[in-house]
């Protein structure tokens, strides 16, 4: 049985860095960051003025790009968060600035705790508006030479996630996470990975056509896993996810193309 905690009232504060948050809930700051990247809560990471090329939304009602988005606020999935767009092109990805507190992926927080950091070109953050526009942008600058990392000591927490685990400290609530909440899992699986596409014989033909000519991918046509990775670089730096999920996808789809 969980032991109960007694805790101080939490702060009337918006949000604060994890080692402060460590200090309020009398734990320690490694659980916070695995209770990240298990999913029970999410954690951000500070992004004022931080320019980037790829800034995408998503109308979560029809899961379609929209073309034309103002300037707006974000304060549902990360408060505080905002962007400054550059331009208003009618397609996306937009070029702009990013400011305020950006979620990470739960992906993104379990390399952080294997590894203590992770590569600001290997990063997406997320947000959303209370209207349901979804915004994620990929943090990659590709005109850098110097390679920059998100570790524990840039990660914050806002008011309500801190206040989750301030009640399951004191009071034992349960707390959900991808390990023992089915419906949890499936929404994290959603949130960070693109729907997996379905393609004929026929598409598969021309995707493996389309590989063959292209100077980068034509000669991993044999290693599904090494086109796999080169796939995911060259798309991110074009702000597109990979609709396949992994090197078993794209060798399946490359065995379908055979079958013609």
Known sequence: MQEIKKLPALPQIAYCKLNRASRLLESDIEDLLHWGAIGAIDL????????????TFVDKSSEDFIAWVPDCKFIN?????????SS????????????????????SLRKIENHGKISINDVWVYSMSTDGIYAQSKLERKLRDEDLFITLDDLWITYPNLEK?????????MLSHIYNDVNLAQKIQNHTQPPQIRVTAKQSQMIKALIQVHPDLKDLINTPHSLFN???LLLGSRGILCPAL?????????KKAERI
């Open 246 to 254: 992994d090197s078993n996808t794209i060798a399946d789809w490359l």
């Open 230 to 232: 080169k796939l995911e």
């Open 88 to 107: 208003w092109d009618i397609k996306p990805p937009f070029d702009g600035t990013l400011n305020g507190y950006w979620s990470l992926t739960y992906d």
């Open 165 to 173: 685990i301030h009640n399951v400290l004191t009071k034992g609530t």
């Open 44 to 55: 951000c990471c500070c992004l004022d003025g931080f320019v980037v090329d790829f800034i």
């Open 77 to 85: 999935l990360t408060p505080f968060a905002n962007i400054s767009l």
